[in-house]
């Protein structure tokens, strides 16, 4: 659909005025309890004001002038023992004719490189809980290294980091060695958009049904990737190609 007419601007919600942080907030707020109309009230502000969090790109999609999605990226800074580690999530909330996600993939690629090569040597992560088979498709298809996954163990590197992430989440049940889940916001979504969100069949849709099947009550699977150069460009490479790996 609408894939070509869409214009992105992105900024940083960390660089702004406190005026202009209090006008934006309040725009990104009316936009995502359009989507998220169950969200808690308090979780954006917590997320868009929380001290811990280095960077903020927010990227807004315009069709023909009017906002019809937006994408909060927030990079998390969190102190370990060793070096700290940067955990990178992401909030997107789109009308539902704008639901393009190859589109919001790639722009978020690219906001994220920028990130990594102005800061070469940060630890950096993605780390999302994810409530639907697609979406979860759509990222384990474009990057091997994108964990938990089928058949694959995941290295041990980001078990830590997800141990740590996991410890930060209320009601977490841990049902594999890998497999993390807890309760998320749900979009308002239809039952019939629900069903269709497994469309087809795949070794990504199979395992994600098979470590959540109650996703469709709000359950969410815990997701990591490591973001460095090399997984950010096979993954691009990968989005703009069409290509789906195993």
């Known amino acids: 659909k ?12 960390k660089k702004l005025s406190v005026e202009k942080k209090q006008v934006l907030f309040e725009e990104l707020e009316t936009f995502d309890r359009q ?3 169950n969200a808690i009230p308090a ?12 960077a903020l790109p927010i990227i807004r999609f ?26 990178l999530s992401s909030r997107a909330a789109f009308l539902p004719d704008y639901r393009n996600q190859n589109r919001t993939l790639l722009s ?8 990594r090569l102005k800061y070469p040597t940060r630890q950096l992560w993605f780390v999302s809980s994810l409530m639907q088979p697609k979406v979860y498709r759509l990222f384990a298809s474009r990057s091997k290294r994108f964990y938990p996954r089928a058949e694959v163990p995941m290295p041990e590197d980001y078990l830590q980091v997800l141990d740590l992430i996991q410890n930060r989440h209320v009601n977490v049940q841990q049902r594999s060695d890998d ?5 998320c916001v749900l979009p ?3 039952p019939e958009q629900l069903i269709r969100l497994r469309n087809r069949a795949s ?13 469709f009550i709000g359950m969410g699977l815990m997701c990591i990737c490591k973001l460095d150069l090399l997984n950010l460009i096979e993954a691009a490479m990968n989005v703009f190609l069409g290509r789906e790996v195993a």
């Open 2 to 13: 609408h894939f070509m007419q869409l214009m992105e601007k992105v900024v940083d919600f």
């Open 35 to 37: 989507i998220f109309p």
């Open 43 to 54: 979780e954006l502000h917590q997320l868009l004001y929380n001290p811990d969090v280095v």
């Open 62 to 87: 315009y069709h023909r002038g009017k906002i019809v999605g937006q994408n909060i990226i927030a990079i998390l800074k969190l102190k370990t023992a060793h070096q700290p580690l940067y955990i």
């Open 108 to 115: 978020a690629i690219r906001v994220t490189l920028g990130y």
């Open 179 to 183: 497999v993390f889940v807890h309760p």
């Open 188 to 190: 308002q979504t239809t």
């Open 203 to 215: 070794r990504h849709i199979n395992f994600y049904m098979q470590h959540t099947p109650d996703y």
